[in-house]
């Protein structure tokens, strides 16, 4: 058979599309855009999980101060904290009406700012809202009071649990670990606003202090009298059933309210 005859032609020709044909669909796997786009697609995916993880991890707490009665109406502050620091602050509670809702409108901002920025209760009266800027101090002191209790209680938790130990050693620290400060509502008097401050340990209270008191002419004298008399009997007694002081007892029964309401925010 000659080289130019038509089959020899057309036998070659259908050797090299079959050859061809072959070599196409051996390669065709590796080109798979399928495939393709699910790796691609994987990393994404991990790296929006590792970012869900991290997101869980932070955490935030609110707590809310005391109301403090002023001149002018009440005042509370809550804030947010994470990690310790302050993140946010609010004054959930202010004098409205009047002139009132003018003062409030321009100092509360100021003031969440403020507490915002020093991290603590220093921080500087708005002039024009004295009343307003003296009890949003108080509630966030006491605010920041409750959020120092709740840290050290959950911090001497973990200390105790990593202590492999047993023994009058070992559990000796502990009382000073679990001591909480808790504040007790502000109870108005005839002559003044009464606030006890207690430091317990356990249930058992360690400390008593009235960080209101009435004041100015002739409270003074009685407050200087009572108060210190009523500090260490709350002490004493461990409860609210303590003795009125003679001749403050105005003061005396405003401390034992606010000594009790103290005692019921501790749960003693």
Do not use: C, W
């Not at 946010?88 to 809702?101: C, E, H, L, N, R």
């Not at 502990?174 to 504040?183: E, I, K, M, N, W």
């Not at 606030?195 to 209101?212: D, M, P, S």
């Not at 005692?263 to 003693?268: E, F, I, M, R, T």
């Amino acid at each position: 058979m000659k080289k130019s005859h038509p089959i020899r032609r057309f036998v070659l020709a259908s050797a090299a599309t079959v050859s061809g044909i072959v070599l196409l669909l051996a390669l065709k796997p590796a080109s798979d855009p399928a495939a393709a786009s699910e790796q691609a697609g994987a990393a994404p995916q991990q790296t929006a999980a590792a970012q869900g993880g991290t997101a869980q991890q932070s955490g935030t707490e609110t707590v809310t101060g005391d109301v403090v009665r002023t001149e002018y109406g009440p005042v509370q502050v809550q804030l947010t904290m994470s990690g310790g620091k302050i993140t946010k602050a609010d004054a959930v509670q202010a004098p409205k009406g009047g002139t009132s809702d003018q003062k409030t409108a321009l100092s509360v901002p100021k003031l969440n700012q403020e507490a915002v920025t020093a991290q603590s209760a220093d921080i500087d009266a708005v002039s024009g809202a004295t009343y307003t800027s003296g009890g949003y101090k108080k509630s966030l002191q006491s605010a920041l009071d409750k959020a120092k209790a709740a840290g050290g209680t959950s911090g001497s938790a973990g200390s105790s649990g990593s202590s492999g130990k047993a023994g009058a050693s070992s559990s000796a620290p502990a009382p000073a670990a679990q001591a909480r400060v808790v504040t007790g509502t502000v109870d108005q008097t005839q002559y003044g606003p009464v606030q006890v401050r207690l430091t317990l340990t356990g249930n058992k209270i360690t400390k008593a202090e009235a960080v209101q008191a009435p004041k100015g002419g002739v409270s003074d004298q009685k407050t200087a009298l009572a108060v210190p008399k009523l500090n260490q009997e709350a002490v004493k007694a461990g409860s609210a059933q303590i003795d009125t002081v003679s001749g403050a007892t105005y003061t005396s029964e405003g401390y034992k309210k606010s000594l009790q309401s103290a005692l019921d925010k501790a749960g003693v």
